[in-house]
Every structure is written in C-alpha cells, then in structure tokens.
C-alpha cells in the first residue's frame, strides 16, 4: 500500500502546478484523499480533502478560490490543481487516504513533494 505525491517544483508568484498523488496497492475508489503541507519551522496543516464520492471540504480557507482537488478513479489518481501561487504556499505537499469520508485521522501518508514559490 503506497502514495506517491509528485509534481512539486520551483514556480514563481502567480503561476501555477498540478500535484497527483498516485495509489499503489490498493484501488482509491473508497478513499477519501486528504493534501496537506508542512512549511519550514512550521506545523503541518490541512489544505482540502475529497471524499470517495467526489465532495470536497476545505481545510484551510486561505486556498479558496486558488487549489482545487479532483480524482480520477480509472487512473487511481487525485491532483490538487495549485493556481495563483503564492511565496506563503511554500512547502512540502503530502497526500493521505482515509476511508470513504474526509476526516482528521488519515491511514496511509505519501512521501511529500516539495512546493517552491519565488517572489
């Protein structure tokens, strides 16, 4: 049972990037796939999560507007679409599958990617 995030890179202020987080070892269909991210110094935070039904919930308000996530079952993929990037949203990104529902505990975590954003 694996993720795998990736897509993470050095883009400058107002572009943008695409993250997957790819499953292996188990079929996504029934997860709910939470992205989160952790700055230097500081703690990890909650961006947004999509259930298995395709609904999604925010985490953290300052994205809104600007992330979006969505799945692909066939693919067993879930991107999080990063516009409008900003220098703060830098950070290493990490995904992470919960049963069915976006909650706060989440089962399995993916190695992160990291996020560089220049000014």
């Known amino acids: 049972v694996q993720l795998q995030a990736s897509g993470g890179g050095l883009v400058q202020a107002g572009g943008r990037l695409r993250l997957s987080c790819a499953a292996s070892?188990?079929?996504?269909?029934?997860?709910?796939i939470g992205w989160f991210r952790q700055a230097p110094g500081k703690e990890r935070e909650g961006i947004l999560c999509i259930n298995s039904g395709g609904g999604s919930t925010y985490y953290l308000g300052s994205v809104k507007g600007r992330f979006t996530i969505s799945r692909d079952n066939a693919k067993n993929t879930v991107y999080l679409q990063m516009n409008s990037l900003k220098p703060e949203d830098t950070a290493v990104y990490y995904c992470?599958?919960?049963?069915?529902?976006?909650?706060?505990?989440?089962?399995?975590w993916g190695q992160g990617t990291l996020v560089t954003v220049s000014s």
């Open positions: 992470a599958a919960t049963q069915q529902l976006c909650r706060n505990e989440y089962d399995y």
């Open positions: 070892g188990f079929t996504l269909d029934y997860y709910a």
